[in-house]
């Protein structure tokens, strides 16, 4: 199977902004989440979107701030990440799965991406 891969982590000041990519090359899950796993925590979920019909989900920690899109043509999922908050500081990780539900377990995860936003 292909393993969703991840790019676009980094440092940035708080405000700032980030774009992550997650691509799962000659691959097309159904669904595609973000989840985080802060330092010294447990993952969560960030938000997920459905592949076909574009509906989008999010945590309401990051509504509002994060969007979510795919490019059906780079078979390629982004995470738009704005107005960063130190707390948003984690490592982003990528999953996918053949099921159309955004909630429940994924089975294809990518390695991650540090993402620090620093204050």
């Known amino acids: 199977q292909v393993q969703p891969v991840e790019s676009g982590g980094g440092l940035v000041q708080a405000g700032g902004s980030l774009r992550l990519s997650c691509a799962a090359s000659?691959?097309?899950?159904?669904?595609y989440g973000w989840f985080r796993q802060p330092p010294g925590k447990e993952r969560e979920f960030v938000a997920a979107?459905?592949?076909?019909?574009?509906?989008?989900y999010y945590a309401d920690s990051v509504k509002g701030r994060f969007t979510i899109s795919r490019d059906t043509a780079k078979n390629t999922v982004y995470l738009q990440m704005n107005s960063l908050k130190p707390e948003d500081t984690a490592v982003y990780s990528c999953?996918?799965?053949?099921?159309?539900?955004?909630?429940?377990?994924?089975?294809?995860w990518g390695q991650g991406t540090q993402v620090t936003v620093s204050s």
């Open positions: 979107i459905i592949w076909n019909v574009g509906n989008t």
């Open positions: 999953a996918a799965k053949y099921r159309s539900t955004w909630y429940g377990e994924y089975d294809y």
């Open positions: 000659g691959r097309t899950y159904v669904t």
